[in-house]
């Protein structure tokens, strides 16, 4: 019974917290747009008469004052209209939703493929503590976090992709075309992973009741796993809800590199192009994903460890 | 990222009991391995940076469209009076390497060092208020690091134009929100133990007890954040140049650097290999001398 | 750390819960992919695929925004009263045209033709679509190319009359991207530019993906005989770096706007091969001679057009895909050429001389602006001729920005100093020698009345002779007060697979695919 009002308070407070996130984060997007200079000029093109001027102006309340237009900037967004995209030609909230599937795709396989060789190295660099397995293992991981994302892309392509002809540059409809961009992401989720695991394998390990267990003769394997594992899984857990935000947005130069069609390359080409709604729509969009994952997370670890709802 | 761990494993810390076994500490008086490479990799790095122009005659931005394309001295076709070969404008790359260290290196110390601040400023602030306060900053924090850094980033730059200043300031908004958030909760804690209670009832001003009590109980978790934050600062410069909108073109730049040798990949692999080893060996340095100080400081673990 | 059973079962929960969300999360991407992306060449048999690093931005192809990916893209699927072909105007759905008086054209058109939904073509559907440019409502990016029309009127179902108000001598040209469109099935969608659109052109449309790719299936009853391939797709891939792996991948067949550092590995490549035209287009710097400042100084730019080594830019940065302008932006192919002009030739000391004659003994700072990825190596070009102008004396500080940034600081006059652009001839000067007169719709950098006279007069009137005259003594004018800087006539490079035979480069930068075929089985 109390444990049932925990978890439901803890959720509760939890959950308040997101639309006062947006709002912050509506604001600061709100405040960088219209602090850079004239809106209007940057969204039409140089021909606009100013007829064309004043009618954009009008039509979007640039001629009344901040707090108006944050208003109904905010009131429209609530909404789900982020503008219209006069390069993408239909509405900026439509081309984000569109690009987010592929963006959630390479982030869902980076993190399955990441925990599954995380764990797995993690479990191996342990159990080989000190030893040159786990000094070689040990150096992969802090490699992976080292590299430029886009490096070890560019890498990876040329010799994948060129020299050997092995597997497609770029394949939003190939499974094979998944892998590249795949391996490039997840390489920067194993280390964390596997560091993680490691540690917490390491620490089962040296469990006083393991040797208990060892002396009573039961097969000490299957508890080292089992156990390690537990102990494990929160940070783990934690780890991956902090991963996954930087994941969506972070793929940013990933996506670029293989050209991947996600919603962070659409960032990166919106701004480039100065297409200020999708700009705004995808910056939005993908902090409230991200909120919501770790809103997710958060409730996972709160089940799981009731320790977490304390705080 | 390590930072992220440190994070993760930095709640694990706080959270969990105190391990029924601890192994005893044995290396206690020989340096770590971790601390020994990657101090000597940033030393390296750093005096690469400060003594460049005794390390290198070239000047990394003068242009011989002539010489363009050279590869390494040891490649057929290199030269030595390009050590590593030139660019696609045949400017030396040796010496765009040493001195976009200069860059590489001060711009994420300074991002860093501002957020640093900013950020553990604004941690003792908040774990000081009440909760109005402490919820405002929160949430601004949340809202930071829901937003991801490079599209930020980026927009800032696109929007405000690029200069060295201006990618410094870009950098540590995206930074600070780390130290707050992590040092929120020790500074809560440590504010709320006895002897901090009794110093302020026997009339020590605040900023007494926030000097004297507080700061050295966070003194390592800030050092040890602000180093693998210099990682990261250092890989999120090299992609902002690598797209255009980092260090500005008249200055050498790892990103750039990587930028320009993208386009010549087939036939010039050095122009991108060379200046993504240096940032990767940098951030390596990076990460290994934090991974060793965060277990000096934390023997735990 | 102390567990029990129960905390155990809800740690597999816990996991369980966690890997079903991350699976969820995969499926949701996998099961949109699948929803999202139509099988190309499902009808069988081969399939070219091109791509280029842009598309059009619209599918409506009488609307804004319509560049050199809209004109590729619409004409696969859409013919034109005429085309222009080997240098003269040939008949497309008009058999032929005659000048009826200078202010009427008369058109008799094509018989037996029919859209691809079945609905016939005839006058009406001309004068429909000439009308729907002209609408000031629709904004077509074409209706700028018919400034002088009046009217349209259909004499009978096969004949139709233009009336213009002045002589148009670019009515022809403008008629090569006048795509007819259907009046019944444009009015079945409210009048609104349909999503599934048909046309009369070799090919017929079956799918767009914005920013990705179009999908064209080939027309067996195309009154020019059916296009060699089933199916065409034309792929957007922006990265040249993408577009180019995947090409040597065998992913893509014509690869257009190959970059330039990576002409040579193609060149290699066994199963590919590298086309190129030169194109009637110039690369240029411009100046802001508006503002004052030393670009005001004629001095000053014939200077600086002594102080940059094309040569050597040619042979390094572009290598040697282009060639110099010759003291114009015209080339040889282009009405108003003038044979007498040639390039400024590299002489820094002529440089400095200049300079100081015109009281920059010492140079002076500067500013080159230009767009990142839009002209071949622009980027690279603004940051080398800053270091050329730095030898005489002149600081340039190169400022690349994108070039949606960049375009709108032309546009809005911001852009000076000096800043590279490409100009392109649109097939005829009376539609190009716009930007360097006062009358620009690009920005204001310019205000000679001489030259503004001499192109006035070159465009109102239908004798060839005289415009070309005329259009000689501009070249001329602009040459001698160094009114831009001189660069080079681009050519553009494809990256063409072995399979593919029948493709012709074309020095307009536009593309025709019907008589292209692919050996070999489908991509």
Same mark, same amino acid.
């Given at each position: 019974?109390?444990?049932?009002?925990?978890?439901?308070?803890?959720?509760?407070?939890?959950?308040?917290?997101?639309?006062?996130?947006?709002?912050?984060?509506?604001?600061?997007?709100?405040?960088?747009?219209?602090?850079?200079?004239?809106?209007?000029?940057?969204?039409?093109?140089?021909?606009?008469?100013?007829?064309?001027?004043?009618?954009?102006?009008?039509?979007?309340?640039?001629?009344?004052?901040?707090?108006?237009?944050?208003?109904?900037?905010?009131?429209?967004?609530?909404?789900?209209?982020?503008?219209?995209?006069?390069?993408?030609?239909?509405?900026?909230?439509?081309?984000?939703?569109?690009?987010?599937?592929?963006?959630?795709?390479?982030?869902?396989?980076?993190?399955?493929?990441?925990?599954?060789?995380?764990?797995?190295?993690?479990?191996?660099?342990?159990?080989?503590?000190?030893?040159?397995?786990?000094?070689?293992?040990?150096?992969?991981?802090?490699?992976?976090?080292?590299?430029?994302?886009?490096?070890?892309?560019?890498?990876?392509?040329?010799?994948?992709?060129?020299?050997?002809?092995?597997?497609?540059?770029?394949?939003?409809?190939? /499974?094979?075309?998944?892998?590249?961009?795949?391996?490039?992401?997840?390489?920067?989720?194993?280390?964390?992973?596997?560091?993680?695991?490691?540690?917490?394998?390491?620490?089962?390990?040296?469990?006083?009741?393991?040797?208990?267990?060892?002396?009573?003769?039961?097969?000490?394997?299957?508890?080292?796993?089992?156990?390690?594992?537990?102990?494990?899984?929160?940070?783990?857990?934690?780890?991956?809800?902090?991963? /996954?935000?930087?994941?969506?947005?972070?793929?940013?130069?990933?996506?670029?590199?293989?050209?991947?069609?996600?919603?962070?390359?659409?960032?990166?080409?919106?701004?480039?192009?100065?297409?200020?709604?999708?700009?705004?729509?995808?910056?939005?969009?993908?902090?409230?994903?991200?909120?919501?994952?770790?809103?997710?997370?958060?409730?996972?670890?709160?089940?799981?460890?009731?320790?977490?709802?304390?705080? | 990222?390590?930072?992220?761990?440190?994070?993760?494993?930095?709640?694990? !810390?706080?959270?969990?009991?105190?391990?029924?076994?601890?192994?005893?500490?044995?290396?206690?008086?020989?340096?770590?391995?971790?601390?020994?490479?990657?101090?000597?990799?940033?030393?390296?790095?750093?005096?690469?940076?400060?003594?460049?122009?005794?390390?290198?005659?070239?000047?990394?931005?003068?242009?011989?469209?002539?010489?363009?394309?050279?590869?390494?001295?040891?490649?057929?076709?290199?030269?030595?009076?390009?050590?590593?070969?030139? !660019?696609?404008?045949?400017?030396?790359?040796?010496?765009?390497?040493?001195?976009?260290?200069?860059?590489?290196?001060?711009?994420?110390?300074?991002?860093?060092?501002?957020?640093?601040?900013?950020?553990?400023?604004?941690?003792?602030?908040?774990?000081?208020?009440?909760?109005?306060?402490?919820?405002?900053?929160?949430?601004?924090?949340?809202?930071?690091?829901?937003?991801?850094?490079?599209?930020?980033?980026?927009?800032?730059?696109?929007?405000?134009?690029?200069?060295?200043?201006?990618?410094?300031?870009?950098?540590?908004?995206?930074?600070?929100?780390?130290?707050?958030?992590?040092?929120?909760?020790?500074?809560?804690?440590?504010?709320?133990?006895?002897?901090?209670?009794?110093?302020?009832?026997?009339?020590?001003?605040?900023?007494?007890?926030?000097?004297?009590?507080?700061?050295?109980?966070?003194?390592?978790?800030?050092?040890?954040?602000?180093?693998?934050?210099?990682?990261?600062?250092?890989?999120?410069?090299?992609?902002?140049?690598?797209?255009?909108?980092?260090?500005?073109?008249?200055?050498?730049?790892?990103?750039?650097?990587?930028?320009?040798?993208?386009?010549?990949?087939?036939?010039?692999?050095?122009?991108?290999?060379?200046?993504?080893?240096?940032?990767?060996?940098?951030?390596?340095?990076?990460?290994?001398?934090?991974?060793?100080?965060?277990?000096?400081?934390?023997?735990?673990? | 750390?102390?567990?029990?059973?129960?905390?155990?079962?809800?740690?597999?929960?816990?996991?369980?819960?966690?890997?079903?969300?991350?699976?969820?999360?995969?499926?949701?991407?996998?099961?949109?992919?699948?929803?999202?992306?139509?099988?190309s060449g499902d009808a069988?048999g081969s399939t070219l695929v091109f791509a280029e690093?842009?598309g059009?931005?619209?599918?409506?192809?009488?609307?804004?925004?319509?560049?050199?990916?809209?004109?590729r893209a619409w004409r696969q699927m859409?013919?034109?009263?005429?085309?222009?072909?080997?240098?003269?105007?040939?008949?497309?759905?008009?058999?032929?045209?005659?000048?009826?008086?200078?202010?009427?054209?008369?058109?008799?058109?094509?018989?037996? @033709?029919?859209?691809?939904?079945?609905?016939?073509?005839?006058?009406?559907?001309?004068?429909?679509?000439?009308?729907?440019?002209?609408?000031?409502?629709?904004?077509?990016?074409?209706?700028?190319?018919?400034?002088?029309?009046?009217?349209?009127?259909?004499?009978?179902?096969?004949?139709?009359?233009?009336?213009?108000?002045?002589?148009?001598?670019?009515?022809?040209?403008?008629?090569?991207?006048?795509?007819?469109? $259907?009046?019944?099935?444009?009015?079945?969608?409210?009048?609104?530019? $349909?999503?599934?659109?048909?046309g009369?052109g070799p090919f017929k449309f079956v799918s767009w993906?914005?920013?990705?790719k179009i999908s064209f299936t080939a027309n067996e009853?195309y009154?020019?005989?059916a296009p060699k391939v089933q199916n065409l797709e034309m792929r957007?891939?922006?990265?040249?770096?993408?577009?180019?792996?995947?090409? #040597?991948?065998?992913?893509v067949d014509i690869? #257009?706007?190959?970059?330039?550092?990576?002409?040579?590995? @193609?060149?290699?490549?066994?199963?590919?091969?590298?086309?190129?035209?030169?194109?009637?287009?110039?690369?240029?710097?411009?100046?802001?001679?508006?503002?004052?400042?030393? #670009?005001?100084?004629?001095?000053?730019?014939?200077?600086?057009?002594?102080?940059?080594?094309?040569?050597?830019?040619?042979?390094?940065?572009?290598?040697?895909?282009?060639? $110099?302008?010759?003291?114009?932006?015209?080339?040889?192919?282009?009405?108003?050429?003038?044979?007498?002009?040639?390039?400024?030739?590299?002489?820094?000391?002529?440089?400095?001389?200049?300079?100081?004659?015109?009281?920059?003994?010492?140079?002076?700072?500067?500013?080159?602006?230009?767009?990142?990825?839009?002209?071949?190596?622009?980027?690279?070009?603004?940051?080398?001729?800053?270091?050329?102008?730095?030898? @005489?004396?002149?600081?340039?500080?190169?400022?690349?920005?994108?070039?949606?940034?960049?375009?709108?600081?032309?546009?809005?006059?911001?852009?000076?100093?000096?800043?590279?652009?490409?100009?392109?001839?649109?097939?005829?000067?009376?539609?190009?020698?716009?930007?360097?007169?006062?009358?620009?719709?690009?920005?204001?950098?310019?205000?000679? $009345?001489?030259?503004?006279?001499?192109?006035?007069?070159?465009?109102?009137?239908?004798?060839?002779?005289?415009?070309?005259?005329?259009?000689?003594?501009?070249?001329?004018?602009?040459?001698?007060?160094? #009114?831009?800087?001189?660069?080079?006539?681009?050519?553009?490079?494809?990256?063409?697979?072995?399979?593919v035979?029948g493709f012709?480069?074309?020095?307009?930068?536009?593309i025709t695919l019907q008589d292209v075929a692919v050996?070999?089985?489908a991509n």
């Amino acid at each position: 019974m109390g444990k049932r009002t925990d978890v439901l308070s803890f959720a509760a407070k939890r959950m308040i917290r997101v639309p006062v996130v947006l709002l912050f984060v509506m604001t600061v997007v709100f405040g960088l747009v219209h602090s850079a200079g004239n809106v209007v000029d940057q969204l039409l093109p140089p021909e606009a008469t100013a007829e064309q001027r004043a009618e954009l102006t009008r039509q979007l309340d640039l001629d009344k004052p901040l707090w108006a237009q944050f208003g109904s900037f905010l009131a429209r967004s609530l909404q789900g209209d982020f503008g219209f995209s006069v390069f993408y030609h239909s509405p900026a909230t439509s081309i984000v939703l569109e690009r987010l599937p592929a963006s959630l795709m390479l982030a869902g396989l980076s993190i399955m493929v990441a925990i599954g060789i995380g764990i797995g190295l993690g479990i191996l660099s342990a159990v080989r503590a000190g030893r040159f397995a786990d000094v070689l293992i040990n150096a992969v991981a802090v490699l992976g976090q080292s590299m430029p994302s886009f490096w070890l892309g560019q890498m990876l392509i040329l010799v994948f992709a060129v020299k050997f002809q092995l597997l497609p540059t770029s394949g939003y409809n190939s /499974l094979a075309g998944l892998v590249l961009p795949t391996l490039t992401l997840a390489a920067f989720l194993i280390p964390q992973i596997l560091l993680l695991t490691r540690t917490a394998m390491i620490e089962s390990l040296e469990q006083q009741y393991m040797l208990t267990a060892q002396a009573k003769g039961l097969p000490t394997r299957l508890l080292v796993f089992r156990h390690g594992l537990r102990n494990a899984l929160n940070p783990i857990i934690a780890s991956i809800g902090l991963q /996954l935000g930087t994941l969506l947005g972070g793929a940013v130069l990933t996506e670029s590199v293989f050209g991947w069609p996600g919603v962070g390359r659409l960032g990166v080409e919106a701004i480039l192009h100065r297409d200020l709604p999708v700009v705004v729509a995808t910056v939005v969009l993908l902090a409230l994903v991200v909120m919501l994952t770790n809103l997710a997370v958060d409730l996972l670890s709160a089940a799981i460890d009731p320790r977490v709802r304390v705080s | 990222m390590f930072v992220d761990q440190s994070l993760a494993l930095a709640a694990v !810390d706080d959270k969990r009991a105190q391990p029924a076994a601890a192994p005893p500490p044995r290396r206690r008086h020989r340096i770590r391995p971790s601390l020994a490479v990657g101090g000597g990799i940033l030393i390296v790095f750093a005096l690469a940076a400060v003594f460049a122009p005794l390390l290198t005659s070239w000047d990394p931005m003068a242009q011989d469209l002539e010489a363009r394309l050279s590869p390494p001295a040891w490649v057929d076709g290199g030269s030595s009076t390009h050590l590593l070969g030139t !660019d696609s404008f045949g400017r030396d790359i040796f010496s765009q390497l040493l001195y976009g260290a200069r860059y590489s290196i001060g711009v994420a110390c300074a991002s860093t060092l501002i957020a640093g601040l900013v950020g553990v400023a604004l941690a003792l602030i908040a774990g000081y208020s009440n909760r109005w306060t402490s919820g405002l900053i929160m949430r601004s924090v949340d809202a930071m690091q829901s937003l991801p850094p490079v599209l930020v980033a980026l927009m800032v730059a696109a929007l405000f134009g690029n200069s060295v200043v201006k990618l410094t300031l870009v950098l540590a908004v995206t930074a600070w929100p780390t130290y707050t958030r992590i040092l929120f909760n020790v500074v809560r804690s440590v504010r709320e133990q006895d002897f901090v209670s009794a110093s302020i009832a026997t009339g020590q001003r605040p900023l007494n007890v926030v000097v004297s009590h507080i700061l050295p109980n966070v003194a390592s978790s800030i050092i040890v954040i602000t180093t693998l934050q210099i990682g990261r600062m250092v890989l999120l410069e090299a992609g902002l140049s690598f797209l255009g909108l980092g260090v500005p073109l008249t200055s050498p730049a790892w990103g750039t650097m990587l930028a320009d040798g993208q386009k010549y990949i087939h036939t010039d692999v050095y122009l991108s290999l060379l200046p993504g080893l240096a940032v990767t060996l940098l951030v390596v340095g990076v990460n290994l001398f934090g991974e060793g100080l965060r277990r000096t400081l934390n023997p735990r673990n | 750390m102390a567990t029990s059973g129960g905390t155990s079962s809800k740690n597999r929960r816990g996991v369980l819960r966690l890997v079903g969300y991350v699976a969820a999360a995969m499926m949701v991407g996998a099961g949109s992919t699948a929803c999202m992306s139509p099988g190309s060449g499902d009808a069988g048999g081969s399939t070219l695929v091109f791509a280029e690093g842009t598309g059009p931005s619209s599918i409506d192809p009488l609307g804004p925004g319509i560049t050199g990916p809209g004109l590729r893209a619409w004409r696969q699927m859409y013919d034109t009263l005429v085309w222009f072909e080997d240098g003269k105007f040939v008949p497309q759905l008009a058999t032929s045209w005659k000048t009826v008086d200078p202010l009427t054209w008369e058109f008799t058109l094509r018989e037996n @033709v029919k859209f691809h939904n079945g609905e016939p073509f005839d006058a009406n559907a001309v004068k429909f679509t000439m009308d729907r440019i002209l609408d000031p409502a629709q904004n077509a990016t074409q209706r700028s190319r018919f400034g002088t029309v009046d009217s349209v009127e259909v004499v009978d179902a096969t004949t139709v009359r233009i009336h213009t108000k002045k002589p148009s001598p670019v009515l022809l040209l403008g008629l090569t991207q006048a795509f007819i469109v $259907p009046p019944k099935h444009t009015a079945e969608n409210g009048g609104k530019a $349909p999503d599934e659109p048909v046309g009369t052109g070799p090919f017929k449309f079956v799918s767009w993906r914005q920013g990705e790719k179009i999908s064209f299936t080939a027309n067996e009853d195309y009154w020019g005989g059916a296009p060699k391939v089933q199916n065409l797709e034309m792929r957007v891939i922006p990265d040249d770096a993408t577009r180019l792996d995947s090409f #040597m991948a065998g992913e893509v067949d014509i690869n #257009m706007n190959l970059p330039i550092s990576t002409i040579d590995t @193609v060149k290699r490549h066994e199963e590919a091969s590298v086309m190129h035209e030169f194109s009637r287009a110039a690369l240029l710097l411009e100046f802001d001679t508006t503002h004052g400042g030393p #670009m005001a100084d004629p001095l000053v730019r014939q200077a600086l057009n002594y102080a940059v080594d094309k040569e050597a830019l040619i042979a390094t940065i572009l290598n040697d895909t282009q060639r $110099p302008l010759d003291g114009q932006v015209e080339s040889a192919a282009s009405l108003g050429y003038n044979k007498s002009l040639s390039a400024y030739p590299y002489d820094p000391e002529k440089a400095k001389q200049l300079l100081a004659q015109a009281g920059y003994p010492n140079g002076f700072e500067t500013v080159i602006n230009g767009p990142i990825g839009k002209y071949p190596a622009d980027r690279d070009l603004v940051i080398a001729i800053a270091a050329q102008l730095e030898k @005489v004396g002149v600081r340039a500080t190169p400022n690349v920005t994108d070039f949606g940034s960049f375009i709108q600081a032309v546009g809005a006059t911001k852009a000076g100093p000096m800043f590279l652009i490409g100009w392109y001839d649109f097939g005829d000067p009376a539609l190009s020698t716009s930007w360097f007169t006062s009358e620009s719709t690009l920005g204001q950098y310019y205000a000679d $009345p001489t030259y503004d006279s001499l192109i006035a007069q070159a465009s109102s009137t239908l004798d060839v002779e005289k415009r070309q005259r005329l259009y000689e003594r501009a070249s001329q004018h602009m040459h001698d007060e160094a #009114m831009a800087l001189f660069l080079t006539q681009p050519a553009m490079y494809y990256g063409v697979s072995k399979q593919v035979t029948g493709f012709v480069p074309r020095d307009d930068e536009l593309i025709t695919l019907q008589d292209v075929a692919v050996d070999g089985e489908a991509n």
